[in-house]
């Protein structure tokens, strides 16, 4: 990521780097500025996060992201440093990544690195050529000069601290950039830190989900799936998420839902006692006394272990501002049944966000009710069993990784699945699928009889003979 002062020249190295490094598409249309690109040097990969200005890089760091790696200080190096060099380099002390000095700008003749470095060194960002530890390198977005030893740099850098990213983790990552396209809806720029995203995957910030309609590499051509460390263009958001928001992917829309709903907080009306316990206070409101009685019966009779719904207060008459101002400091949610609420409640219940909800009918009332408190189930992973593989042959060892050709013996197998390995009655250890193929061509599932390879990652290595058990596992929410 680069930072620095303005006008020092991050948007003329980053357009440099871009134009030299990056095969423009053929079709030269004006592209939304998307935040983010890459390059391949030396056979690696380079993301560039292309910020406009540090804000959204404070903004970032306030959420908590982690999103660069690795920050590059510009400075114009016939300038010198300047305020905003100064807060960038508190960002970066902050946020602890390491750092790489670019002395911007050598080709004009009043550029003077060694009193750039000087008032560095003032800033304690001490530069290796005066004894410190810190990389620099003069550079010029204008004539190119030491562009490539700053790449070099940059792989060095990240060899030596040695970024892992994993393909087995559940997608998450940053937002780097959002907009609302006029054709396909919101769009967002994301960056993926771990996991691989697909089309139709889930997924939720904490202020927006979707389901991801197209997926797109910085360059906007579809992809169907991503890598960690990718930045990729995402549609299908139902609202523009924030910049420098986390993401992370979902195992269905109601998920997302439901972590939105407690993240914003917009369930004040929900206590939580305990992981296993919570309390909904309701306040109620009714047209007539017969009515109130029969609705407090019915809502007793939802089963409460989990979830213990209580009423504060059960009156007839329209909603009114006490109705409100106790539901606030209450923390209760108000149910009208055949009733009015009046105009000033209302505006204060959507000033203070207390949420009223208006019924005609009884049973349309404990229905939602009972939707509504079963939303705060905590959810719990479900394993499915899906089939076994028997490992005939091991193909390629590394790592933790390997190539194992078998053959589905029961069930099936899909891709992104979780595996367990057993030696003859023995649970060695356990491990994922990452790929599978049919006749060495990517395939989606292989079902019993088949052959198949599949790239294993694992913390135990699969030997010939093994029976690796194929199995998923899935958040379901309990039933109220
Ligand atoms: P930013 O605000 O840090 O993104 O800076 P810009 O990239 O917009 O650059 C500010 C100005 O400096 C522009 O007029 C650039 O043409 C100029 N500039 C940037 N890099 C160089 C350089 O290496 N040499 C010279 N001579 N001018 C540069």
Redesign the pocket.
Known sequence: MFL?H????????LDYIRKTHVTEKESGGITQHIGAYQIEHQKKKITFIDTPGHEAFSQMRSRGAKIADIAIL?IDASEGVKEQTKEAISHIKLARIPLIVAL??I??PEADSAKAKRELAKEEILVESIGGKIPSIEV???TGKGVEELLELILLIAEMEDFKTDRTMPAEGVVIESYLDNLRGPTATLLLTQGTLRVGDIIGTDSVFGKIKNLENFQNSPLQITSPGDPVVVVGLEDCPRVGENFKIFSDIEAAQNHLILIEKKAPEVLEISQEQKIINLILKTDCLGSAEAIEGVIKKIPQEKIILRILKSEVGSVNETDVKMAKSGRALILGFRVVINPVAKIIAEREKVKILQFQVIYDLVEEVRKYSQRFLESKAERIDLGKVKALMIFLTEKNRQIVGGKVIEGEVKKGVSIEVFRGEELMGKGRLINLQKNKKDAEKASKGEECGILYEGDIKVEEGDILLIYTEERKREEI
């Open positions: 620095g303005i006008d020092h020249g991050k948007t003329s190295l510009i911007n700008k080709d004009k010029s977005a204008k």
